[in-house]
């Protein structure tokens, strides 16, 4: 075990970063974070904060030398610098299952090989791969391979085509050709897994998005138990089959009551936020837990919970082009509302800038509390999966 005051190492600077680092330090641990932006939401918080490229030489010599650990924040992280500091530290997750979820490509062929369930697909790696994939995909979506997120490098292609100019705007890059599925819903499932295998799935969320980004989580998902129970399943076999080390989160689609897995990611997710309000333990102690080799905590929750993201538009209500802070009064007046911001320096539109949680024991009421502080903050658009809408 990994016991405080030892310094643990943290590769990115976002927002997934700095909960990470608040839960480690209320533990009595250290941390280092390694970011290039010198305003990083985490790096400001950490008790220190290397602003250097993450494959500074200079930068990855000094987190191996003061870190007992290091773990990461953001699946993009060049495998190269994961696989020098496991040489030194512990780094969990490890390098090939971060490899896996960074790449569309190997995160369907890993899906395929095991067994789990994933929409109809085919690797393009070049003009050839289009011209013979299946006439079942489509319409399709085409995402690159790599480096996606936010529904960014992707494009909804009708036909053959429609994927061949697409493939051209996205410069030839890897991409998967995926069949478009009906989606009932899109649910996520976060877990904690430790070295002995002990796993501790939290409860799963609902999530509905907006122009391609996460708007709001609801938990428990209103979905019968038995797709909980598969869904858990699920995800606990994708992280034993990785052999995971960490907090993972698995994205679902439900299409004609079934379970399809979208994606995973190798670190904490928006969709868990929800887990720092509701949950005896938040799946960022539970990244800790798990690196640091302590017992996982249960991930029960409490309470029934509705997350809402709050974006950098809200910071451009007003027609003047200039930013303005949103009156946060009308969201702190609720007693059940939990407002988390990241102290990003620029709000921009799209941008993640913080998020609230309303928490309370009937998920229905906690639900139209929520979206009432959604648009009493200035969130207009009608949220595209409306919580509760079964009654
Ligand atoms: P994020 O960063 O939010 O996870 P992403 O860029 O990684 O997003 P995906 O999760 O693959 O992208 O897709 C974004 C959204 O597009 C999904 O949440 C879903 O609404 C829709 N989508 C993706 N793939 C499909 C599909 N095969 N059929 C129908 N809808 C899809
Ligand atoms: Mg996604």
Not at 12 to 28: I, P, Y
Not at 225 to 242: D, K
Request: hydrophobic residues 40%; glycine residues 10%; negative net charge.
């Amino acid at each position: 075990m990994i016991l405080p005051p030892a310094t643990l190492g943290m590769l990115g600077g976002g927002q997934l970063g700095r909960f990470f680092v608040m839960a480690a330090q209320e533990l009595g641990y250290r941390v280092v974070v390694l970011d290039p932006d010198r305003h990083s939401p985490a790096g400001r918080v950490a008790n220190e904060h290397l602003a250097a490229a993450y494959d500074d030489p200079d930068a990855l010599d000094r987190m191996a030398e003061s870190c007992a650990a290091v773990t990461t924040e953001f699946e993009n992280v060049p495998a190269d610098t994961l696989a020098y500091l496991s040489k030194f530290v512990p780094v969990r997750p490890g390098a090939e299952a971060v490899a896996i979820c960074q790449n569309r490509s190997a995160e369907k062929g890993f899906l395929k090989a095991h067994g789990f369930p994933h929409a109809p697909y085919a690797d393009i790696r070049g003009e050839g791969d289009l011209a013979t994939a299946g006439d079942d995909l489509f319409p399709g979506i085409l995402k690159v391979a790599r480096f996606g997120y936010d529904g960014k490098g992707q494009a909804r292609v009708g036909d053959r085509a429609a994927a061949q100019a697409a493939f051209h705007h996205f410069k030839h890059e890897p991409c998967v050709l995926e069949k478009q599925l009906r989606l009932d819903s899109e649910v996520s499932i976060v877990l904690g897994r430790g070295e002995d295998g002990q796993v501790a799935c939290f409860p799963m969320a609902e999530n509905s998005h907006c122009h391609g980004i996460l708007d709001v989580s609801v938990v428990p998902a209103p979905l019968p138990e038995s797709l909980h129970a598969e869904a858990r399943a699920v995800a606990a076999g994708i992280a034993a089959r990785m052999d995971y080390v960490g907090t993972l989160a698995v994205e679902f689609f439900v299409v004609g009551g079934h379970l399809v897995v979208n994606e995973m990611a190798p670190r904490p997710h928006n969709s868990g936020h929800y887990t720092i309000d509701a949950c005896a333990v938040s799946q960022y102690e539970q990244q800790v837990r798990a690196l640091c080799g302590l017992p996982l905590g249960a991930g029960r929750a409490d309470r029934a919970a509705v997350m809402v993201n709050l974006l950098g538009d809200l910071w451009y209500l007003r027609d003047d082009h200039h930013a303005h802070e949103p009156d946060w009064s009308r969201l702190l007046a609720h007693p059940d509302l939990r407002l988390h911001l990241y102290g990003k320096h620029h709000p921009r539109p799209g941008r993640k800038m913080g998020h609230f949680t309303m928490v309370g024991t009937d998920l229905e009421r906690v639900a139209d509390a929520a979206l009432a502080a959604r648009h009493a903050i200035g969130i207009t658009e009608p949220v595209a999966h409306p919580p509760m809408r079964r009654g």
